[in-house]
């Protein structure tokens, strides 16, 4: 999927968070969005998925050759960020039944598969409520990486994970890369170092938190 950003602007009550960014993120590409903490990362990531209208500018949605509408972003989309909720009432099996009826995983990819991946089949049957915040993370960037989507946004992505976590991530985001178009937010270099380019929030006006 291709996002085109012309002139694009947010702001929460009367301050601005970022102004004025015009970008083309094409596919088969990923993009680090940097600053640091309190700049305006999530928010650009919010407003680029649809969640959030930006206040002024232009996004335009391409997939294949065809114009998307805002309204039909989420089909396209898998987001990975620490404020999204899991289903912490189900077990690992039963939230991934779930999960992917609304959002499937990429062919050849079964719940049965993606718990293997995850390395947490002695967990499939726990409730997720019960898992530590890494296994938490872990299942949150797999549901991610794994589902069917061309759009792909990774928010702080190695929050709550240890050096295994850490070295698990590195090796599936690379493998789901090819074909999408891919942002992560961060201020972790190595979690952001497989992406062609660079962002920085900071050149559209933003202001890290005092
Ligand atoms: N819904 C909201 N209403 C008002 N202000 C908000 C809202 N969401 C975010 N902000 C403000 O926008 C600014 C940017 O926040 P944001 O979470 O996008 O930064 P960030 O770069 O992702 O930070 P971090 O690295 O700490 O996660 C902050 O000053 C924050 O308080």
């Known amino acids: 999927m291709q996002l085109t950003a012309t002139g694009l602007s947010k702001r929460f009550a009367r301050e601005w968070i ?13 993009t680090a969005i940097l600053g640091p903490n309190g700049a305006g990362k999530s928010t650009l990531l919010n407003t680029l998925s649809g969640q959030l209208l930006p206040s002024e500018g232009i996004l335009a949605y391409t997939h294949q050759g065809s114009e998307v509408a805002v309204e039909n ?8 960020a620490p404020y999204l909720e899991l289903i912490e009432e189900l077990t690992l099996l039963e939230m991934l039944q779930f999960h992917t009826r609304f959002k499937p995983l990429r062919p050849g990819i079964t719940s049965e598969k993606l718990i293997s991946l995850m390395y947490l089949e002695k967990s499939q049957h726990k409730l ?32 709550n994970l240890d050096r295994t976590g850490v070295e698990w991530y590195l090796e ?10 891919v942002l992560v937010s961060s201020n972790v270099p190595e979690e952001y170092a497989f992406c062609q380019e660079q962002l920085q929030i900071t050149d559209f006006g933003a202001k890290a938190a005092r």
């Open 18 to 30: 970022f102004r004025g960014l015009s970008h083309v993120f094409q596919p088969g590409t990923a």
């Open 73 to 80: 972003v989420p089909a396209y989309l898998a987001y990975a």
């Open 128 to 159: 997720v409520r019960d898992f530590s915040s890494g296994m938490k993370q872990r299942l949150k960037l797999a549901l991610a990486l794994y589902a069917e989507a061309p759009l792909l946004l990774l928010d702080e992505p190695t929050t």
């Open 172 to 181: 599936h985001v690379r493998a789901t890369l090819e074909g999408r178009t």
